[in-house]
């Protein structure tokens, strides 16, 4: 084997180490704003502060639920504007403590400088801190009044200092504060007229006006005028930055879509434009005719691009994922499967309809930035399967110039992606293609990134193993073929390819990712021997070299793993000489210091007075994988020739060996590289029947749950048995692997039957009719037969889990 290939690569994250998982059914946590999609909302040309405006199935992509301000920017400007005013002689930290009455030695400070100056700010200033009553209402139509009986005198004092004032800055500021007064006293028609008296006739206008024109629009709201309230957050999400997320997200909040009435109080193009943007991009809509209509007037509006990109992942929702959809109710999201299922039969359709917009946006100059529509098209032509048109498209954007890196890195994935769908057998020019792309985005921290990176590894091993997709049609599914692969380096490379989808970063965790212990758990020994053969060989290709490396499986990774497939396939002697090439090192660190240090031929039970010493637990552990193996293989090879008790013995020490191999011994380290409470993992099983059924048929064979093995050994043990007590322990450990298999099929009937109550009485009733039927030969023998004992009386006085195993019988006899 050569060191340079199989020596200390890194390991990908969590894959086929030694790690332990307690509670692994809980599994991780994931992003709630990550689904299924390949493409990257980034492409688009938008600014940052649009960011959260991206399709996603939660309330916004940053997953923020809270106020509908962002405060840098409401203080920048703000505080700015008291800046200026006060002649740049006073700090912008020092300012915005004073301003939000955060410090009195800053409120002390910006009050002496003013008091000299300009002296009616100061009181100003007091009246704002006097009215200031915490913090802004998030949503401006809230019908809900502040309870102030100071209110109405304040909103008489703002109208009168707004009629005494001389000085702009300050007339408009109270011309603000008597909208918003208005407004949370709960009058809101007076609030609308208050601004059109005392707001719109102002010869000069800042972002203070805005502020007033959005609690203008919330009282529309409020008063059911939604049309004029469309209008109106429109005109504040456009040019006010720091009430542009209480706009939109008084219109969100309340899924309000686009009326046509409120293009009737627009008096420019930009207006009537921001009417199209503003609801664009609120959810639960196709947004295609108002991007449209957004393109006509306003080409270079800045949602444009952002609006195309929330199209196609909105409908890459639908497409790729089984719902139901979330509908919101206020904040809340409640389940609507008849909602995702119309949806996703639409979104079809609908992919044409924006393949169709896009490419003809690509020609249109006004827009420019042709490389993203093209990129857009030919996206949709690759979801379309329309693979020649989408080569052509997305070469097209590549020959244009762009300065967006994640529309570079998108114009990439979309080329790894149509290599994967146009490759039916893979031949060394496509592994020249294949290994670039893998390596770009292997490291990944984008989750979409990390999709298309999967996608690509699982579609090309099942390309190498001769396995192809056979999708036709938008929705269809999957069928596979059963043609086995040719040869081991074959096999070896789909192996490969399937471990370099367990992980993305190693900071990072997706969902798309597989779940490497699914791999470890169904890989037939072969596989890993033909893996390691395959990067034994003295003359490997520049992909071989990139492939291995890519994967970070080492030698002794790969000799763990092959000594754990053998031994849950009981060739105890080739899995001794697998362990035996791992680093010994490795028996002495974490898991195995921890998890595999009791006897692993010990199984706890009284003491008895018996002519046979079974094994305690002695510390530390006499044996390593390596002995622990090979004795297991020396007492196979001795049981074949052994006669009366003496056979009988070493099969009972097999038995213990293999129980301990399985989930409820301890030694289940030498066969997983986890144990989790959570198992046998029935209850997260595939909704598809055909699918479930295969998971349960997969688990009923399972020796690691059912002990099927070990109680072969013991029961081998009972018939070669002379002597009483040996006898009687074989038939108990007989009986108690009967069990384990009892209660796998039990825990899946409660699945197959609804999930129901362990202690429902039709269950429980229909559980001891099958036990009795199929899962009692062994417990009958040991009740019938080895009761009349000193082992029996033995384990009733010192085992208090003894007297549950005998209940059964007792039950069963009464």
């Keep these: 084997m050569k060191p340079s290939m199989l020596s200390s690569g890194r390991f990908r994250k969590i894959a086929l180490s030694v790690a332990v998982l307690f509670a692994f059914a809980c599994g991780p946590s994931f992003d709630p704003n990550e689904f299924m999609s390949f493409f990257l ?79 009616p700010v100061v009181t100003y200033l007091k009246f704002a801190w006097a009215t200031d009553n915490g913090p802004s209402n998030p949503w401006p139509a809230d019908p ?45 028609g007076q609030a609308r007229q208050l601004y059109d008296q005392l707001v719109k006739p102002l010869p000069k206008k800042t972002f203070i006006s805005d502020w007033a024109l959005c609690r203008r629009a919330g009282a529309s709201l409020a008063l059911k005028d939604t049309a004029m309230a469309i209008y109106e957050f429109a005109q504040v999400f456009d040019r006010c930055p720091s009430r542009r997320k209480a706009a939109e997200l008084s219109l969100r909040r309340y899924r309000i879509k686009f009326r046509e009435e409120a293009l009737q109080y627009a008096k420019t193009d930009r207006e009537r434009a921001a009417v199209y943007a503003i609801c664009a991009i609120q959810p639960g ?48 999201a409640k389940p609507d499967s008849s909602a995702f299922e119309g949806r996703k039969t639409e979104s079809v359709s609908y992919f044409d309809k924006l393949r169709t917009f896009a490419l003809e946006s690509a020609e249109n100059k006004a827009l420019g930035n042709g490389a993203f529509w093209y990129t857009a098209g030919a996206y949709l032509d690759y979801l379309g399967k329309e693979y020649t048109a989408a080569q052509t498209h997305l070469d097209q954007a590549a020959q244009l110039p762009t300065t967006n890196k994640n529309l ?93 989808t367990t992980q993305a970063h190693p900071d990072t965790y997706f969902a798309s990712t597989t779940d490497p212990h699914v791999i470890e758990d169904t890989l037939a020994s072969v596989i890993v021997q033909q893996t390691i053969a395959y990067a034994s060989q003295t003359k490997l290709t520049d992909f071989d070299k990139r492939l291995l490396k890519l994967s970070g499986l080492t030698g002794d990774v790969l000799n763990l793993l092959l000594g754990r497939r053998l031994m849950t396939e009981h060739r105890y002697a080739e899995a001794a000489d697998a362990f035996e090439k791992v680093n010994p090192k490795t028996w002495k660190q974490e898991a195995f210091a921890t998890y595999f240090q009791k006897n692993p031929f010990a199984v706890k039970m009284p003491r008895l007075a018996a002519p046979v010493n079974f094994p305690a637990e002695p510390k530390p552990n006499p044996y390593t994988p390596v002995t622990f193996a090979r004795r297991m293989a020396e007492l196979e090879q001795q049981a074949k020739t052994a006669t009366g008790d003496y056979a009988a013995q070493l099969y009972y020490e097999l038995g213990c060996g293999a129980w301990n191999l399985s989930w409820y011994g301890n030694s289940w380290l030498l066969v997983k590289s986890y144990w989790s409470a959570g198992e046998p993992p029935v209850y997260n ?130």
Excluded at 105 to 110: G, L, M, N, P, T
């Design 41 to 119: 909302p980034e492409a688009a040309n938008s600014p940052s502060e649009y960011s959260r405006y991206i399709f996603t199935p939660q309330l916004y992509a940053d997953g923020d639920m809270g106020g509908y301000t962002d405060d840098t920017v409401t203080i920048d400007e703000n505080v700015r504007a008291w800046v200026d005013y006060a002649g740049g002689t006073l700090s912008e930290t020092v300012v915005s403590k004073a301003l939000y009455n955060e410090n009195a030695q800053a409120v002390a400070a910006v009050t002496s400088v003013l008091k000299r100056t300009k002296a």
């Design 144 to 188: 809900t009044p502040i309870d102030s009986t100071k209110l109405p005198g304040q909103l008489n004092e703002a109208k009168a200092a707004y009629q005494s004032a001389t000085d702009p800055f300050l007339k408009e500021r109270y011309a603000f504060q008597a909208v918003k007064l208005a407004s949370e006293t709960g009058d809101y």
């Design 285 to 332: 809509q196709d947004g295609l005719d108002l991007l449209k209509a957004l393109v006509h007037l306003a080409p270079n509006n800045p949602l444009v691009e952002l609006v195309m990109a929330r199209e196609i992942n909105r409908n890459e929702y639908y497409f790729f994922t089984s719902g139901p959809e979330y509908v919101n109710d206020g904040l809340l």
């Design 408 to 500: 570079k890195s998108q114009i990439a994935v979309q080329r790894m992606l149509l290599l994967a769908a146009q490759t039916e057998s893979v031949t060394p020019e496509t592994e020249k293609q294949l290994i670039g792309y893998l390596e770009a985005f292997d490291k990944t921290t984008n989750f979409r990134l990390n999709n298309a990176f999967v996608d690509v590894c699982k579609t090309f091993a099942a390309t190498y193993q001769h396995k192809t997709e056979g999708k036709s049609g938008w929705l269809s599914g999957c069928t596979r073929s059963k043609e086995e692969p040719v040869d081991g380096a074959i096999r070896a490379k789909a192996y490969l390819l399937s471990m370099l």
């Design 685 to 814: 099983v595939p909704t598809d029947p055909t699918a479930k059924q295969k998971r349960f048929d997969t688990l009923l064979k399972t020796d690691y749950y059912t002990t099927a093995h070990a109680g072969n050994y013991f029961d081998k043990s009972v018939k070669a048995a002379k002597t009483s007590t040996l006898a009687d322990r074989s038939a108990y450990m007989a009986a108690r692997c009967e069990t384990n298999a009892f209660a796998v099929r039990k825990n899946i009937e409660q699945v197959r039957n609804g999930y129901v109550y362990e202690e429902d009485s039709t269950f429980v009733k229909n559980m001891r009719a099958l036990r009795t039927s199929k899962y009692a030969t062994m417990y009958n023998d040991f009740y019938r037969n080895h009761r009349q004992s000193q082992f029996n009386q033995e384990m009733i006085r010192e085992c208090a889990m003894y007297r549950d195993f005998l209940s059964f019988g007792e039950q069963t006899n009464e």
